[in-house]
């Protein structure tokens, strides 16, 4: 009886129930695959243009995974549904996010570029990619009101810093199975107990 | 004594009634939803819901919005504006009763 009164609790429930078809786990440990075959074409192949292939092949597939498995299994399966302005305005500020994140990197590399000599500290660059990128995805996870993703930013951030610390692309692999794996397990639970609903 | 003589008359019982309850909160929070999306969230099954949406579409209190989807048919449901009032109205009266109980 308690449900209908506290109303915030009911729509941030029936929000987060999206997150149950693990499709938004399988996009951002795609996101983590493209990185490991970015790094995995540069090393062994001298043509460096497949590696921008790979990379771009892979980003747009997991783009077009999270529209269509989304619209052709989530729906059908949990309804479609116009969440209020405050949701609109928090994918707006997501993207406000990642633009600022944009401009920073991009400042940063310009000023490394013109000082070469400047910031030369690699434990101390690699630690601060880090903590940036677990920084800007912890923000997404906050706009984007999906608690498993401040687990992918922890996953996200310690695997760029191990990356460049350690000299080992295969920890992209690693960091992109330990969040497909599950996203997977998430997936197929959420096809086989959550059956489309035919209109009658 | 029936349920109805128990209920304060200024009580909203078309609202009150626990399945259209359950909708009408629902469709408070969002903008607009589909049946789907309603029977997963209320677990009201299709012919039960369909039964309380004309209800409560008799009342004004819902609007049923119908178009085209990928040249399919699309229903969406959403709150009018006396419905919001309504339900709002029927929350603060039943909070204001809740509280008013002594412990």
């Known amino acids: 009886m308690n449900a209908p009164f506290n109303l915030k609790e009911l729509e941030q429930k029936a929000f987060r129930s999206f997150y149950q078809d693990g499709i938004w786990d399988i996009f951002f440990g795609l996101m983590m695959l493209a990185m490991y075959a970015f790094t995995f074409f540069n090393d062994n192949f001298e043509n460096k243009a497949l590696r921008i292939l790979a990379l771009v092949f892979i980003e747009i597939a997991a783009m077009f995974f999270l529209i269509y498995a989304k619209k052709l299994i989530t729906t059908p399966r949990l309804g479609q549904v116009v969440f209020g302005e405050k949701r609109r305005k928090n994918l707006l500020n997501i993207f406000l996010t990642n633009l600022a994140s944009v401009i920073v990197l991009a400042a940063w590399f310009a000023y490394k570029t013109a000082h070469p000599s400047a910031l030369d500290n690699d434990t101390l660059i690699s630690i601060s990619l880090g903590v940036w990128i677990t920084f800007i995805t912890s923000v997404m996870a906050y706009f984007l009101d999906f608690n498993r993703l401040y687990i992918y930013a922890l996953i996200y951030g310690a695997t760029f810093t191990a990356v460049l610390l350690l000299g080992l692309p295969i920890l992209f692999l690693a960091a992109a199975l330990l969040i497909l794996i599950p996203g997977g397990v998430i997936f197929f639970r959420f096809l086989s107990t959550t059956k489309p609903i035919r209109e009658e | ?103």
């Not at chain 2, 029977?39 to 819902?62: F, P, V």
């Open chain 2, 1 to 103: 004594m029936t349920a109805d003589n128990v209920i304060p008359p200024e009580i909203d019982k078309l609202i009150h009634e626990p399945a259209r309850l359950l909708m009408m909160a629902h469709l408070y929070v969002v903008e607009k939803a589909d049946f789907t999306y309603l029977m997963r969230q209320t677990g009201l099954t299709w012919g039960n819901l369909s039964s309380h949406m004309s209800k409560l579409e008799e009342a004004g209190y819902i609007e049923v919005i119908k178009s085209f989807q990928d040249k399919r048919p699309n229903t969406m449901l959403a709150l009018t504006k006396n419905g919001r009032t309504a339900f709002n109205e029927y929350r603060q009266q039943m909070l204001g009763m809740l509280n008013s109980i002594p412990d």
